[in-house]
């Protein structure tokens, strides 16, 4: 069982916008300002899409964007792509001891 | 450019030892905390281990502490990771992955991994 809870899939049509939750507690996602989420392709590596809540590492499309709110952190992507079609992970810092804990991944179909 | 490439994964029997190791370059290594994650076939992400730029704090998840090791050297812009009395559930690829910040935000630059496989 994950620390972090996501549902396990979401979808949505092209030029549409989806979002998706990550559930945790007040001892990770709403203790810390250290919430991130990555696209995981197919047997590929993951990739950071956003940090510290809502930053986006060099490259990404602002299409992409996080939020908080108390123990609850979001994805939202805009303006899906047939290339948003992937697997989706939030991670928060947890605190000294086990610094970082992941959601199960959301799998997400541009339908 | 961030490199790092993960080597040594392969097949090993249960109670088995294996280290894998993670070469970086593109970067100062010794400036970022760097960290192992693994990924179980169909399954998700999981942090296993935590080490420091200096090597003054290392951490281990609940599954692999007492049987894993981290480690690194700086000098070689190395990291390390010693498996020993593995199990059938330690089979997973294996990603080292560097802090994107220094002071720490989030693992950023990810290796393409090295599979593990525990099996007689």
């Known amino acids: 069982q994950s620390a972090l809870t996501q549902p396990p899939s979401a979808s949505g049509s092209p030029g549409q916008s989806v979002t998706v939750s990550c559930t945790g507690t007040?001892?990770?996602?709403?203790?810390?300002?250290?919430v991130s989420w990555y696209q995981q392709h197919p047997g590929k590596a993951p990739k950071l899409m956003i940090y510290e809540v809502s930053k986006r590492p060099s490259g990404v499309p602002d299409r992409f964007s996080g939020s908080k709110s108390g123990n609850t952190a979001s994805l939202t992507v805009s303006g899906l792509q047939a290339e948003d079609e992937a697997d989706y992970y939030c991670?928060?810092?947890?605190?000294?001891?086990?610094?970082?804990?992941f959601g199960g991944g959301t799998k997400l179909t541009v339908l | 450019e961030v490199q790092l490439v993960e080597s040594g994964g392969g097949l090993v029997q249960p109670g088995g030892s294996l280290r894998v190791s993670c070469t970086a370059s593109?970067?100062?290594?010794?400036?970022?905390?760097m960290n192992w994650v693994r990924q179980a076939p169909g399954k998700g992400l999981e942090w296993i281990s935590y080490i420091s730029g200096s090597s003054n704090t290392i951490q281990y998840g609940d599954s692999v502490k007492g049987r894993f090791a981290i480690s690194r050297d700086n000098a070689k812009n190395s990291l390390y990771l010693q498996m020993n009395s593995l199990r059938a559930e330690d089979t997973a690829v294996y990603y080292c992955a560097r802090d994107y910040c220094t002071p720490d935000c989030a693992p950023g630059y990810w290796g393409q991994g090295t599979l593990v496989t525990v099996s007689s």
């Open positions: 593109g970067f100062t290594f010794s400036r970022y905390s």
């Open positions: 991670s928060s810092y947890a605190g000294r001891n086990n610094p970082w804990v």
């Open positions: 007040s001892s990770d996602v709403g203790g810390y300002n250290y």
